[in-house]
């Protein structure tokens, strides 16, 4: 398979040279493609900013006054809904139709699926989150939009799922690459995991232990089954395209595949730990969350093998500097994630920020960067232009870069500080004297944060209109 791997990767940089030779290149949907990006690229500048907002009341609670929809609760839905499934599911969707028919030397079964699929899914979006700011909520965590809402983004899932699982089984490819295993995976799981989330746990008969053990299941298979694989799809697809280098092992992939399918989904009562739920359950999920290191360093040894040789355009090329951060934090996501499931460490942690700063290092600090990696390699490409601008390209990196470090770094410390004081028996309300000092920190961070997306989203749609025409876009 090692050798198998080596013509999926040159293949793609094969397809990328005749693209970048002709924007009509045949097996691309560029319309397709742009209504998925330019979907996601709202939900980007959205979502976001809806996080800062929400970050804001936490020290001036009287910000954008009394009226339901600006409140807390709807306000942190809508930021955490916003990023998860508008931003990067709909991000992600979009580079899976650039991806697919590439690795597969076949277009698009049936475009029009695609098509039905990012207009479902979005009015699904709208329905969900405008929803949850007039009231309409489940009560589950991550899946608090409304049944009807679900029912738009399951069709609409559905429809995509069809089409490029149909694309996939008609390729011209001998082999299935490793990013169509994780691409496969992450929408097969998800289509079970948002059922039983967000349909089977609504039942009226589901209550108590048994619905915060399904919630669990779901909760953390959103991040495990759906944005890690479809994140790792995108990261083994740049790797060798961009670097002009075979996947350093294409054994290590499977491995790291397979462990994740293995592991991951015993891993959501983790978040129960001490509860009613049975302690053989949660032991089997430490159990499981420790073995999430093995599928972590495999695509992490993957990544530093591929990259062997080619460290120089780390330094000088935006899309290589978002993919090695993002694997630098994957990383640190591996250390951090396990050990704050062991039962030691979370009479410390849990309930405090420390779990908060863990959420966004995995989804943001991770597979948001990726997701940018992919646009900035993606739409010179299908548009046939530069990319707008290097500088704001670089600008947007930084500010991503110091603002989710400050924001995650007093996160983790404010959460450890809070949570020795509980244990001190220290009162609920005077730790949150404490914390206000670090709360305005975390507010800084995720406004320079937020600038930086808004700098992507300009940057890309800029590119994609008035970007400099060229037969060959650069790797900026």
Request: with cysteine.
């Amino acid at each position: 398979m090692a050798g198998a791997i080596e013509v999926h990767s040159g293949a793609a940089a094969g397809h990328d040279e005749k693209l970048s030779a002709s924007v009509l290149e045949p097996l691309v949907d560029r319309r397709i493609i742009y209504a998925w990006g330019l979907a996601a690229l709202f939900w980007v500048t959205w979502g976001p900013w809806a996080g800062f907002f929400t970050s804001l009341k936490f020290n001036f609670p009287w910000l954008l006054g009394d009226w339901f929809a600006t409140l807390y609760g709807p306000m942190r839905i809508s930021h955490t809904q916003g990023v998860a499934y508008g931003w990067f599911s709909t991000g992600s969707i979009a580079f899976a139709h650039y991806m697919v028919p590439k690795l597969c030397s076949r277009p698009l079964w049936k475009p029009g699926l695609s098509w039905a699929g990012v207009i479902l899914w979005n009015i699904g979006m709208v329905l969900g989150i405008g929803g949850v700011h007039l009231g309409f909520n489940q009560g589950l965590e991550f899946a608090e939009m409304n049944l009807l809402a679900d029912v738009f983004i399951t069709l609409g899932l559905s429809a995509t799922l069809t089409n490029l699982f149909m694309t996939i089984a008609n390729r011209r490819e001998p082999k299935i690459y490793v990013s169509l295993w994780y691409l496969m995976a992450g929408m097969t799981w998800t289509a079970i995991n948002y059922i039983v989330g967000n349909f089977v746990a609504a039942l009226p008969n589901s209550t108590g232990a048994n619905s915060a053990a399904m919630n669990g299941f779901f909760l953390h298979n959103v991040v495990g089954l759906w944005v890690t694989p479809m994140g790792a799809s995108i990261a083994y697809y740049l790797l060798p395209v961009t670097t002009r280098n075979p996947l350093y092992s294409h054994k290590l992939s499977m491995i790291g595949f397979w462990a994740l399918a293995f592991f991951y989904p015993f891993t959501g009562a983790h978040h129960y730990l001490f509860s009613p739920i049975p302690d053989w359950v949660e032991t089997i999920a430490i159990v499981s969350s420790l073995m999430l290191i093995v599928p972590v360093w495999t695509v992490l040894a993957n990544f530093w093998g591929t990259l062997k040789g080619r460290w120089d355009l780390f330094a000088n090329t935006v899309v290589v500097k978002f993919l090695v951060l993002g694997a630098v934090y994957y990383l640190t996501t591996c250390f951090q994630g396990p050990t704050q499931a062991l039962r030691a460490l979370q009479p410390v942690i849990h309930f405090t920020d420390y779990v908060v700063g863990h959420a966004h290092l995995a989804l943001f600090g991770v597979f948001s960067l990726w997701t940018m990696a992919a646009f900035y390699y993606m739409i010179p490409k299908l548009a046939g232009r530069e990319v707008y601008s290097v500088g704001l390209a670089r600008l947007n990196f930084w500010l991503t870069f110091f603002g989710f470090l400050f924001m995650a770094l007093i996160l983790w410390i404010a959460g450890i500080v809070q949570g020795h004081m509980l244990i001190n028996n220290t009162d609920w309300p005077d730790t949150l004297d404490v914390l206000g000092f670090y709360w305005h920190i975390r507010t800084i961070g995720g406004f320079l944060m937020d600038v930086g997306m808004l700098c992507f989203a300009y940057n890309i749609i800029a590119t994609m209109f008035w970007g400099k025409p060229s037969a060959n876009p650069r790797l900026v």
